[in-house]
């Protein structure tokens, strides 16, 4: 069956930091993949997306690669800051609806 | 643009007791969804429209239902309220073949089923 695996539910960094969240997938053919990010009590909102035929994408102080063969995504945010911690969420999109993942909750320590 | 907006913000409800979940959207996006959030896990895809009048089921449909008459609003219903139904529920929508593909989320509405 298809799978989304976001392997850190938490992941904690000091600030200034590289913080880099994964996000794995299996038995998909994805057209693209995306990043958004949801702070507590409020809906998701778009960072990035990148396409099955580009290795990475960068916006500002984010940065997200694609491996299709290994099946994942890396994605870093660089001179990490406390107003980077909120959960981050990778979607999939084949030829299905977007598919999430579980999310990854990032907290920045100052 | 208000963007995507949803009523009730909370609401609670007893068992078996009905509601409908307001969406709307001033984009004139073609796709519209409805996810559920619940604590600790990803959002789950409960239905979708391609456009009005078209409706398709998602992941977890059963216990909902939806319509779709107007390119603007896609209500969600809940006819038997039960306690699994307790969770926060987002809309989102899509101009579905725009260079960005980017969803569009609303700000969530969060049901309480005693």
């Known amino acids: 069956s298809q799978k989304i695996e976001q392997n850190s539910e938490a992941l904690n960094i000091q600030e200034g930091k590289t913080a880099t969240l994964t996000c794995n997938y299996t038995?998909?053919?994805?057209?693209?993949l995306q990043w958004y990010r949801q702070d507590p009590g409020r809906g998701p909102v778009f960072l990035l997306l990148?396409?099955?035929?580009?290795k990475e994408k960068r916006k500002e102080r984010l940065k997200v690669t694609f491996d299709t063969t290994l099946k994942q995504s890396l994605f870093h945010i660089t001179a990490s800051q406390p107003a980077d911690s909120a959960t981050y969420l990778c979607?999939?999109?084949?030829?299905?609806?977007?598919?999430f993942g579980k999310g990854t909750r990032l907290s920045v320590i100052a | 643009n208000a963007g995507v907006t949803q009523t009730p913000k909370f609401r609670i409800l007893k068992i078996g007791q009905s509601m409908t979940l307001q969406c709307t959207q001033d984009?004139?996006?073609?796709?519209m969804y409805w996810y559920r959030q619940d604590p600790g896990m990803g959002l789950k895809l409960i239905y979708y429209s391609v456009g009005a009048g078209i409706t398709d089921k998602g992941e977890v449909p059963n216990g909902y239902n939806v319509s779709r008459s107007t390119t603007e609003d896609f209500p969600l219903r809940l006819e038997l309220a039960a306690p699994s139904q307790t969770s926060v529920y987002f809309c989102?929508?899509?101009?579905?073949?725009?260079?960005?593909?980017?969803?569009?989320f609303g700000p969530g509405t969060r049901l309480t089923v005693l």
């Open positions: 038995n998909y053919s994805p057209a693209y």
């Open positions: 990148i396409r099955e035929n580009e």
């Open positions: 979607a999939l999109r084949g030829n299905t609806p977007l598919v």
């Open positions: 984009m004139n996006h073609n796709y």
């Open positions: 989102a929508s899509i101009l579905q073949g725009s260079e960005r593909d980017t969803q569009y």
